[in-house]
């Protein structure tokens, strides 16, 4: 009878630690997802009286918007830290997904940043593929000291792993010119997202570190604490200054999921690396096909993300678009002939609005005649 009691006791316990971790970590998502936009906005008022971020100013430091934004991103952070001592990470991490609608929402409607209908399948795409990798990808082995982790960090392959994280950032800080970093996004997020995934070894650690002292044995006399401590601070500020940049140069609904997509790529690859798990067939292949599938949406962000594209014209696609008469193909739904189409690209042009008619024939003939 107390060997059930206390079974039954230990499942209740475990059943409302699990709940706390997944409310967590959903306040998180909401906390996270919402101080992109509160930022950018904050950015947006800075720049309009100062050196914008993207351009290397700190004009922004001086707007209480930016600081409210980031308050906001600093409970996600806290939240979403205090949720992996609640629920195991296979739970907690999948997530992080939530913040991204959250974030191309708000920015549709309060930064007017317009998301269309391929930009919507370009996120759950992202988000499909990040699931699938961080869902098959092995579970942690448990970590019962500072010591411990000290270890696996300065084992030969992920000192190698953080010497070439390290030697990537310098390059794209150093060496890759500013006016190319300010028109690709990919510079900005690559340097987040691989400090990032350093920083998230060391945030595991100083977590255990202080969960262990709470509970009686104390982590605080050894001084690897806080080297993993130091790695954390410099880690939140070098994100925080390049994330500033591409939000205030890029849109909000692009960057926030490609952050999400290759942040949490590279940190299951760090964790990979320094926690050595064993994998099986079926794991590799199903992280393969969410890498691929994170690509495919990447791709599709990006070259749509300047296309107008009118829900009526997508809708009249999805429906006509199998049909077997001639003019009723996706094309001619989309109000897009073959002919208009390869005129454009001999004339080496791009930028074709979707939904907009082609010009009548006699205007087609009248200019070639003029030409």
Not at 258 to 263: D, Q
Not at 364 to 370: F, L, V
Request: include cysteine; charge should be neutral; aromatic fraction near 8%.
């Amino acid at each position: 009878m107390d060997a059930s009691s206390d079974a039954a006791a230990g499942g209740a316990s475990s059943f409302s630690d699990q709940t706390i971790g997944l409310t967590l970590a959903l306040s998180s998502s909401l906390f996270i997802g919402s101080s992109f936009v509160i930022k950018k906005r904050g950015l947006r008022r800075a720049g309009a009286t100062g050196v914008r971020a993207g351009s290397g100013g700190f004009s922004y430091l001086l707007e209480p918007l930016w600081w409210l934004g980031l308050a906001t991103m600093a409970l996600g952070e806290v939240a979403n830290f205090a949720a992996y001592a609640f629920a195991p990470a296979i739970l907690v991490t999948p997530l992080g997904a939530i913040s991204i609608i959250i974030s191309a929402v708000l920015a549709h409607y309060l930064l007017s940043e317009k998301l269309n209908v391929f930009g919507v399948v370009g996120c759950l795409l992202c988000i499909a593929g990040s699931l699938a990798i961080v869902l098959h990808a092995p579970p942690e082995r448990p970590i019962a000291s500072v010591l411990q982790m000290w270890g696996l960090a300065t084992q030969p392959m992920f000192l190698l792993y953080a010497c070439c994280a390290l030697g990537a950032t310098l390059h794209l800080i150093w060496v890759v010119p500013p006016e190319v970093a300010a028109s690709n996004m990919l510079v900005y997020i690559a340097i987040c997202s691989i400090v990032g995934s350093l920083s998230v070894m060391s945030c595991k650690a100083v977590g255990i570190a202080l969960k262990l002292t709470l509970e009686g044995d104390n982590q605080l006399v050894y001084p690897q604490t806080f080297c993993f401590a130091a790695v954390v601070v410099a880690a939140v500020v070098t994100q925080m200054n390049y994330l500033n940049r591409a939000l205030d140069l890029f849109n909000t609904a692009l960057v926030a999921p490609i952050y999400y997509v290759m942040f949490t790529s590279l940190t299951v690859t760090a964790s990979l690396v320094m926690m050595r798990q064993r994998q099986t067939a079926a794991q590799l292949l199903t992280e393969a096909s969410g890498f691929v599938t994170i690509v495919c949406g990447t791709f599709l962000l990006h070259t749509t993300k300047d296309v107008e594209v009118p829900s009526g014209t997508f809708m009249q696609l999805l429906t006509r678009g199998g049909g077997g008469g001639g003019s009723s193909n996706g094309v001619a739904a989309l109000g897009l002939s073959s002919t208009r189409l390869a005129a454009a690209a001999a004339e080496g042009g791009d930028g074709l609005e979707l939904g907009v008619a082609p010009p009548p024939k006699a205007a087609q003939r009248r200019g070639a005649s003029q030409r």
